[in-house]
């Protein structure tokens, strides 16, 4: 058996304390540099810190903001119940024994902390009795701390603190390194997260882009876009249908050489409006199409912005082939119904007045002749009464059919008709209407369409102004220019709202503008009514000749 002196086992005893410890710390050392979680950084600095410094109860703090320490990993506290509230509860640095340990970045021990004025009681670490805190400190800054516990006072000595404070310098670097890593990866998710949603918008993107090349692709009308020079950038298949060209041999292709010729300035014009103004100009041009063929279209175009920026104009055109048919037909329907209406009128008026007229005539010289014999007898009277009686008969045949159809309009024509006229409007109403004719020629003849279309118009004008108008003054205007005859009916009277006629007025109500109109249009002309409340009315007919 060996005996040792008393110095040479203090000596062994202290060789192997330190071995062991030398061991622990490497051991931390590599446990701690193996993992990059913070939470097993810090479970494991708690487990090797057990190893170090026999303690009751311990935490680690961390640094959160400026003046913060949060509880993030604890061992040993009963009397903490929920270990979730534990590990967020956070010490302001003013608790001035953590605001010592920040500043002097050195380990701090409470004996007692009954003892301990600056000592500060917290619920569920009331058994602690001996403290220690002990600062993690990298790159120069306290990042953190261990608060290390135990139960009976005046337990930790200066080793207890060396040792803790060999294991902090080791573990604050991996604390740090593991936060950073945190960091970098709450960074990555949110980088994936923000490449996740611009991909989810790009998608968006396509699908609202095919949505729209779908639509564009498929449309029944053409769809065109055009530069501001007017060069089409791009158009739809509608386009190539409407058109019978290939959509390479429009695109790259005014539009100049796709309207008929003598529309292309009015196009021109309407182009340069809607670059000046903003919103959707509609209009009507024919399109040649590539056999030649004329293709009436209705044209809607915007302009279109880039960042504000003025860049081209979108259009759609729509073939109106089929409607302008249909109105055609209409429009020769509606003339050949005036035309038969007034080859009616002119032959019940050649009747009343040849075959009525004439028989009244013979009637009348028949009673004459009675009269003659019935002189002095009882009848002669009866005899007069029926000469008036068939006198007023005649008149009143004679009147109808003037007004039916009168023949002075087939027989001198349209200026003289007007002046008959207006002299038996103003017999029959008292009301004086100034002629005013500028014909070069009084007695020019125009076509019987215009020659009537002017005379019924004139008379459905005059007749509402006796009607309605209770004017004082009234002009009828026939003037002619190169290749147009302008008739215009005025008045001084009430006037009257037009729209608003229209919007609440049965149609039954307003027969005679709307025959007035038809008539215009029937003859090739275009009518015009323009009348305001108390300032008068004028009707105003223009027809090409
Ligand atoms: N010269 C006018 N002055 C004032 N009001 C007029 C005039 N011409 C037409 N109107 C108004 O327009 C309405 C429609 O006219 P119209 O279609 O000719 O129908 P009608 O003469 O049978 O009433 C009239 O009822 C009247 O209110
Ligand atoms: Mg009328």
């Known amino acids: 058996m060996k005996t040792e002196t008393p110095e040479l086992a203090g000596l062994l005893a202290r060789e192997q304390a330190i071995r062991r410890e030398t061991e622990i710390l490497r051991d931390a050392n590599i446990a701690l540099t193996q993992n990059l979680s913070l939470e097993r950084v810090l479970e494991t600095l708690l487990d090797f810190l057990a190893q170090l410094v026999p303690y009751d109860s311990a935490n680690v703090m961390l640094r959160s903001g400026d003046s913060q320490f949060v509880v993030s990993a604890l061992r040993r506290y009963e009397g903490f119940q929920n270990v979730e509230t534990t590990r967020s509860i956070a010490f302001d640095s003013t608790n001035p024994l953590l605001h010592r340990i920040c500043t002097t970045q050195q380990s701090l021990v409470v004996p007692d902390t009954r003892k301990e004025p600056e000592w500060q009681f917290v619920t569920g670490a009331d058994h602690v009795r001996n403290w220690m805190g002990v600062p993690l400190v990298s790159s120069g800054a306290v990042i953190g701390l261990y608060s290390v516990d135990k139960v009976e006072p005046n337990f930790f000595q200066p080793e207890h603190a060396r040792l803790a404070e060999t294991l902090a310098a080791r573990a604050a670097s991996a604390i740090q390194n593991a936060q950073l890593f945190e960091q970098s990866q709450r960074y990555v998710a949110e980088l994936e997260e923000i490449i996740v949603e611009r991909e989810r918008a790009e998608v968006a993107l396509r699908e609202s882009e095919e949505r729209y090349r779908q639509l564009f692709e498929n449309a029944k009308d053409a769809i065109y876009v055009h530069d501001l020079k007017g060069t089409y950038l791009k158009v739809n298949r509608a386009a190539e249908e409407l058109s019978g060209y290939m959509r390479d041999e429009i695109v790259g292709h005014n539009f100049e050489e796709f309207i008929a010729p003598e529309h292309v300035n009015f196009v021109r014009k ?13 209009y009507e041009v024919d399109v040649i199409a590539k056999d030649g063929r004329r293709v009436p279209v209705e044209v809607s175009s915007r302009a279109i912005y880039d960042n504000g920026q003025l860049v081209g ?64 007898s009882e009848a002669a009277h009866y005899v007069k009464d029926n000469i008036e009686a068939v006198d007023e008969a005649l008149r009143l045949v004679r009147d109808l059919s003037i007004d039916l159809r009168p023949p002075v309009l087939d027989d001198l024509g349209l200026d003289t008709a007007l002046r008959w006229y207006v002299d038996r409007y103003t017999q029959r109403t008292g009301l004086s209407v100034d002629v005013v004719s500028e014909l070069p020629d009084r007695n020019e003849r125009f076509s019987r369409d215009v020659e009537t279309a002017c005379f019924r118009i004139a008379q459905e004008a005059l007749t509402n102004v006796i009607r309605h108008a209770s004017a004082s003054q009234v002009v009828v205007q026939l003037m002619k220019s190169a290749n147009t005859l302008t008739l215009i009916v005025k008045d001084n009277g ?14 039954a109500a307003t027969l005679g ?27 105003r007919f223009i027809v090409p000749l």
């Open 270 to 282: 309407r182009f340069c409006a809607k670059l000046a103004q903003q919103g959707e100009t509609s």
């Open 494 to 507: 009430v006037g009257f709202d037009l729209k608003s006629l229209r919007m609440r007025s049965p149609r």
């Open 513 to 539: 503008l709307i025959s007035m109109q038809e008539r215009a249009h029937a003859a090739g002309g275009t009518l015009e009514i323009e009348s305001r409340r108390t300032k008068g009315t004028r009707i």
């Open 313 to 376: 104009v979108q259009g759609m055109a729509r073939d109106i082939t089929e409607r302008k048919l249909a109105q055609d037909a209409l429009q020769m329907f509606s003339r050949q119904l005036i035309e038969a209406q007034e080859e009616e009128r002119r032959r019940i008026a050649r009747e009343l007045h040849d075959q009525i007229g004439q028989i009244l005539t013979a009637v009348k010289m028949n009673l004459h002749t009675v009269r003659q014999f019935s002189h002095g």
